[in-house]
């Protein structure tokens, strides 16, 4: 799948390699390969601007900072002026699902590397639960071969719950752990805890794969979304799980913070977080180093229209935080998270050079330069190195296991009653929010089935398990789609088992669209006003094998067509894809049936009210 020429590329040297380099240049034995000079550094470890400072890097790390040195440069340095601008670290992710944005690994990091990205720590719990550990092994090879320092985490829910709520395509347990964690520095934890119910109540499993992440001296990713106010959070903190992105208040943060959890601020491209959690820190004026700016998921669009972590430092320091107090944020705060501060996260003598130059005010964060691993690697904008494209096993691009055409019977409902009306839950979606609220209607009943139609302002949500395991099927409503015609969305990204979810309010529109992404091995359609859009998602079912520029034009072609149908929600796809996640609060469906998360932690609920 990768050459040795390839992995050695972009290949990211031990510090205790690199220093007989680093002293030889400070005897002068040696030149810089790389050299900036006379620009204002952001120094986020003294949280200072500090004016005519010159970076030298010598192969892949950071040899000096300081004032200028002539000697230190010769004919064979790079030289870049960065008179005017601003030296920053790279900026990093500090929690995010590359499968989120459709794009594959290496297309991702053509996207983001202009935009000021150079690293990440990245859950593919996605391709995960659809692949097991040879689809977590392909995201791995793949980062590998880019020049982003893409830290990969081991995910710890597949299924994000178990196999009595959902079907995925693998199962993780402390042995899948042990193992993922054995391939490298690089597999640098366990990922989010999603079943934080299983840890507080002492699922052994959970437990299992914690101890295994603890024990290889690797942290715990946390997803905890019940009340802050309850001991079960000191419990969970207790357990080991010392970061988590899944505040959406800010005494959500204070009291993460206050246990000794990094508390994760998110500004996805549907999830808008931070304008609410930040006031932990600019109005209740709690410390900032632990608390993280991330993405989460950003889908390709708004990578394009918006940014990723260049647009969300952005956005924080428009909330009030100081402009070095954001970067950190986005640096020195997540690499120090994770242990990694002496590779990544400062502009340090030793660690590895992945610099930004930036033009213009700092709050702006406007990137015009991208050096990863002394290498540059984008300007202005744009990449200036070319990425191989990744080879895929057969096995990755043909993964949906449905052996048949559906049909619109398929997607009929049976009533308990012959006719009528019946009191039914619906879950109803809310724009920027991942969570949905469990609201309960009559709806009509003719010939002993549901009768949703367009005027009925609901829609059918059926399930089919498409990992060829059991051929489950289940049925749910969902309210404010926003459909005022007949339309259907099927498509494989449904959170987090990735089965084949089809959204809709006419039957035969349903089938079409759910057969489309049958025909293309998994992807996105949109069935509607006699036209059928597609995205084809063929890695995984999850991302698309295309070049970035194509798969946001196609994703912005299913963006429009939901438009057209009535479903104007930001990012409305995102905020629909999350409608089987179960783990999310509170109505969701999975192919077990309708899940309802509580106090109590997960219970299966019938459609029909009782």
């Known amino acids: 799948m990768m050459t040795e020429q390839q992995q050695a590329a972009y290949g990211r040297p031990h510090l205790a390699d690199c220093i007989p380099d680093m002293v030889a240049f400070a005897r002068g034995e040696k030149k810089a390969t790389l050299y900036i000079r006379n620009g204002k550094l952001v120094s986020v470890t003294s949280g200072e601007i500090i004016p005519n ?109 178990n196999p009595e709520f959902e079907t995925s395509g693998a199962e993780f347990g402390p042995e899948e752990v042990a193992e993922a964690l054995s391939w490298g520095p690089d597999m640098i934890a366990l990922g989010e805890v999603m079943n934080f119910p299983g840890v507080v109540y002492g699922d052994p499993k959970m437990i299992g794969e914690i101890q295994a992440t603890l024990r290889a001296g690797r942290v715990v990713d946390g997803h905890y979304t019940w009340p802050v106010h309850d001991p079960r959070l000191s419990a969970y903190a207790a357990a080991g799980v010392s970061g988590c992105h899944e505040s959406v208040k800010p005494e959500d943060v204070v009291e993460r913070v206050r246990l000794g959890i990094y508390a994760k601020m998110r500004r996805g491209s549907a999830w808008h977080d931070v304008e609410a959690t930040i006031k932990a820190h600019t109005e209740m004026g709690v410390d900032s180093r632990r608390m993280i700016l991330v993405s989460d998921d950003r889908i390709c669009d708004s990578l394009m229209e918006e940014g990723h972590m260049n647009f969300i430092v952005r956005h924080a320091i428009q909330q009030g935080v100081k402009p070095v107090t954001a970067f950190q944020m986005a640096t020195l705060n997540t690499a120090e998270r994770f242990g990694v501060a002496r590779d990544v996260g400062s502009v340090t003598p030793g660690t590895i050079a992945d610099i930004i130059l930036l033009d213009g005010n700092l709050a702006d964060v406007n990137v015009v330069m991208t050096i990863a691993r002394g290498d540059v690697v984008a300007e202005h904008g744009r990449m200036v190195v070319e990425l191989q494209p990744f080879d895929y096993p057969e096995f990755a691009v043909n993964s949906v296991k449905l052996n048949r055409e559906l049909t619109p019977a398929d997607f009929e409902i049976e009533a308990p009653v012959a006719s009528g009306n019946v009191k039914v839950r619906v879950a109803e979606v809310r724009e920027n929010h991942v969570e949905t609220e469990e609201v309960f209607t009559e709806v009509p009943v003719e010939g002993g089935k549901l009768s949703i139609t367009p005027e009925t302002t609901l829609c059918k949500m059926a399930i089919f398990e498409r990992h060829g395991r059991n051929g489950n099927k289940a049925y749910g409503l969902v309210g404010n789609v926003g459909f005022h015609r007949p339309a259907a969305l099927a498509m494989t990204v449904a959170h987090d088992s990735h089965n084949l979810l089809v959204i809709g309010n006419d039957d ?13 091995q998994g992807g996105i359609a949109i069935a509607s006003n006699g036209e059928l859009t597609e995205l084809p998602l063929r890695l995984a079912g999850l991302m698309s094998t295309a070049p970035y520029e194509s798969v946001v034009e196609q994703s912005e072609a299913i963006s429009q067509a939901l438009v057209d149908a009535g479903c104007t929600m930001n990012y409305a796809f995102m905020t629909l894809s999350l409608l089987a996640l179960v783990v999310i609060p509170t109505l969701h469906i999975s192919d077990t049936g309708l899940i309802r998360i509580s106090d109590a932690g997960f219970e299966k609920v019938s459609l029909f009210a009782e």
């Open 53 to 161: 400072t010159c970076v030298a890097v010598v192969g892949t790390r950071i040899a000096y900072v300081g004032p200028h040195v002539e000697s230190m440069i010769d004919d064979s340095t790079r030289v870049i002026d960065a008179a005017g601008k601003y030296i920053a670290p790279g900026l990093l992710d500090g929690h995010c699902h590359i499968e989120s944005s459709l794009l594959s690994v290496t297309s991702f990091a053509n996207a983001v590397l202009p935009l000021g990205t150079t690293g990440g720590f990245f859950d593919p719990h996605e391709i995960s639960n659809v692949l097991g550990l040879p689809g977590l092994r392909i995201m791995l090879d793949e980062a590998r071969q880019t020049p982003m320092a893409a830290y990969m985490q081991v995910a710890s829910c597949v299924p994000a719950t």
């Open 508 to 520: 035969a529109l349903m089938a079409e669209a759910a057969n489309a992404v049958i025909r293309m």
